[in-house]
């Protein structure tokens, strides 16, 4: 058997459309995807405007326009800075621990509507900041909101998306996030031109606009019949809501399957330590990884701080800005992509393309750095726009397999059972390693100059190898049968297949 295949013909799809009743559903939900990326293309813009610097790290803002003896990789290497951005990935790792719980008990909905308004608190708080205590105790609420709808967002729509358009539905989480993060540069960019020096508190406050629709439109969402049936309700008045969001009337065998997975998982009364068994091993090992692999790619180095990145090899802080409208863009096309090839070329396919698409990029995005950017002085402007092409080749790659499918397939293989718990370890080992990323950047700028992206080149060609030997294609599988594809995988069925042995 080839590495990573399945026999398909070993599994059953069941049936459903496309209703317009899910599409509106999954849109709304949706909107945690937004508020996500809202924020990321947020955090480097105002880190980059000259007002805001002022304002909170004079420092910062000092050193970058009157120490002309540092070196161009130090001009914006400051604790302080970073924490600005790590403190939100922080707090949303330590409150997707307590999502995880709430999730699986409350259902998706309502974790979705308790992180929709923790974050329309640190909307509000963060556009009336007047000191950097104000700022970073607001970036703190925005992560407790993203804990919440990180955890949710994607098993809401891994659970009402038909199996065979799963990919496609999962995958629009990531594109909401790029539309996020490019509504953000939008905004970054006409906020930088107010003359008064308060456009940041534009772009920090509009990213209540998304919040409030996450928050209210949790309101009126149905709940997954996945998590109903986790709760405890009336299977017949499920099996209602599961017709309605199918549009077909036979609907039994996929009931059958969610019954039967969720008396499964009422019998594990302590999900953390059930997923650690060796049944459940490969799938603890991805929640691990996949979160691990997609921020060591360094797309976060590109969405937090290409504005910063791009002041430090001399443009001038409007074109820094619409650099990275122009990778939003990029980024967003490349996600829509996905989402129309997910489902019928599979998840391997696009990781292994994008993969070394990325590594390619990185490599000569990091010569340029090398050979064209000393201590002092700038890079010439044929370089720096033949960087610029490099990063949304990269931004490319990225958009239509680690940004997505890091996200889609984790929502994916776990059974019913450790769902929240495997989802819960993997939004807070996305944002431990966000916040690490976020954090020691620029120190890791300033100290390993270009070898800095000679070392996220090196991370992708670990991930790509991992995922052509050890990631089996998931495809058109259900996700009640989803366990089938680890017992049919060249190395995972040495661990699982005889599991009833232990």
């Known amino acids: ?131 950097l205590f104000m700022i970073i105790f607001a970036r703190v609420l925005l992560g407790v909101g993203l804990g919440f709808a990180n955890q949710s967002v994607p098993l809401y729509l891994s659970e009402m998306a038909p199996s065979k358009y799963r990919g496609a539905f999962s995958n629009s989480f990531q594109l909401l996030v790029g539309i996020g993060a490019l509504i953000a540069n939008f905004i970054n960019y006409g906020a930088e031109k107010i003359r008064d020096g308060w456009g940041w508190r534009i772009s920090i406050a509009l990213a209540a606009v998304p919040a409030s629709l996450l928050t209210l439109g949790a309101l009126f969402l149905p709940e997954t019949p996945n998590s109903l049936i986790q709760q405890g309700k009336d299977p017949q008045k499920v099996s209602a809501l599961l017709t309605k969001i199918r549009g077909i009337e036979n609907v039994d065998q996929e009931l059958e399957d969610i019954i039967k997975a969720s008396d499964a998982s009422k019998e594990v009364k302590h999900p953390f330590k059930k997923i650690l068994e060796r049944r459940y091993r490969p799938q603890l090992v991805m929640a691990f990884l996949i979160p691990f692999f997609q921020q060591v790619t360094g797309i976060n180095v590109i969405a937090f701080y290409n504005p910063i990145l791009l002041r430090t090899i001399g443009m001038a802080e409007s074109a820094s800005l619409l650099s990275s409208v122009m990778t939003g863009v990029i980024g967003t096309i490349s996600t829509f992509i996905s989402m129309i090839l997910v489902d019928r070329f599979g998840r391997r396919i696009l990781f292994l393309a994008g993969g070394v698409q990325m590594f390619i990029s990185q490599v000569i995005v990091g010569t340029i750095v090398a050979t064209q950017l000393q201590d002092q002085g700038s890079v010439s402007k044929d370089y720096a726009y033949l960087m610029i092409v490099f990063i949304c080749v990269y931004v490319a790659g990225f958009g239509w397999s680690w940004g997505p499918l890091g996200w889609l397939v984790p929502s994916e293989i776990f059974p019913l059972e450790i769902r929240s718990a495997g989802q819960s370890i993997n939004v807070a080992v996305n944002f431990l390693f966000t916040s690490v990323v976020a954090q020691t950047f620029l120190a890791m700028l300033c100290h390993m100059k270009s070898g800095l992206f000679f070392f996220f080149a090196g991370w ?36 699982v297949a005889n599991e009833e042995k232990f």
């Open 1 to 131: 058997m080839a590495v990573g295949s399945m026999d398909m013909a070993s599994t059953s799809q069941y049936g459903g459309k496309i209703t317009t009743f899910v599409v509106l559903s999954c849109i709304t939900a949706g909107m945690g995807g937004v508020i996500f990326g809202y924020d990321i293309g947020v955090s480097g813009g105002v880190t980059s405007m000259d007002s805001f610097l002022k304002k909170f790290f004079p420092e910062v803002y000092r050193r970058m326009l009157e120490d002309k003896d540092i070196s161009n990789y130090c001009k914006f290497d400051s604790q302080l800075l970073t924490a600005f951005t790590s403190s939100l990935y922080i707090a949303g790792l330590i409150s997707s621990i307590f999502a995880s719980r709430f999730t699986e008990a409350f259902g998706r909905k309502r974790s979705m509507l308790f992180g929709g308004a923790a974050f329309v608190a640190g909307a509000a708080l963060g556009g009336a900041a007047v000191n």
């Open 460 to 495: 992708l060609a670990v991930m790509t190898v991992f995922v052509y030997l050890f990631l089996p294609e998931t495809k058109n599988v259900p996700i009640e049968k989803i366990d089938l594809v680890w017992k049919d995988h060249w190395f995972w069925k040495r661990i």
